[in-house]
């Protein structure tokens, strides 16, 4: 079976800090691994994936992700918020090798103060 | 290009109506999903189509929960006999093989 934890349901941090949203996953065999966001009235927008390619993702508006398999983490950072990062971000683990049947992690809020 | 259209935006209906929600998916899109997402209960998934396979109904909530999908594109998921805790936000999503799934902005369905 897989799953996916998010470790902190809210994130406060101010603009130009470095943001850290932190995900454990848990899978019987390699993973893939996704992180969305979701701005308010919205629907999921990708901000990157990793499909057994290269360990550290790059997405967009600056955001990368490292896979670590040891501890079994996916963790999303950027260098510096921005306030249009505010949003609720999402990890997610695919049930099979494809893209067949996501598992949601359960949201972090972001929220970035001026 | 058009990504994944989800209509009505909003639904309003009273307990005990039947509501169809639409899903337009990515042209060439084989694959497509439903989602709920509610507070308390997070993202769950509903029901998964591929091509001219059967569908994963896996996760459908009861059976006054049921969805097609036309043609290869155009989906409707229909909730008959709508009850309180059917207020959602409904999202659908859509891919090609082996990539990410692409989101519509979901129907927000409220039963009073």
């Known amino acids: 079976a897989q799953s996916v934890t998010q470790l902190d349901s809210h994130v406060s941090v101010s603009e130009g800090t470095p943001v850290l949203l932190r995900c454990n996953y848990s899978s019987s065999y390699s993973p893939s691994l996704f992180w969305y966001v979701q701005h308010p009235n919205k629907g999921l927008q990708l901000l990157l994936k990793y499909t057994s390619a290269a360990t550290l993702v790059k997405g967009i508006n600056g955001f990368e992700a490292e896979f670590k398999k040891s501890e079994t983490s996916f963790h999303l950072t950027k260098p510096s918020a921005h306030m249009s990062d505010a949003a609720e971000y999402f990890c997610v683990v695919s049930a099979t090798s494809g893209t067949y049947k996501y598992i949601f992690g359960t949201g972090t809020r972001l929220k970035v103060l001026a | 290009g058009a990504g994944v259209s989800q209509s009505p935006s909003n639904k309003v209906t009273e307990k005990g109506k039947d509501v169809e929600l639409r899903c337009d998916p990515i042209s060439g899109h084989t694959a497509l999903y439903w989602y709920r997402q509610s507070l308390g209960q997070g993202l769950e998934f509903l029901i998964y189509f591929q091509g001219n396979s059967a569908p994963d109904k896996s996760g459908l909530p009861s059976d006054r929960f049921s969805a097609e999908r036309t043609g290869g594109s155009v989906s409707t998921l229909t909730i008959q006999r709508t009850q309180q805790e059917d207020s959602a936000v409904y999202l659908c999503?859509?891919?090609?093989?082996?990539?990410?799934?692409?989101f519509g902005d979901g129907t927000r369905l409220s039963i009073l």
């Open positions: 999503a859509s891919s090609t093989s082996n990539q990410p799934q692409h």
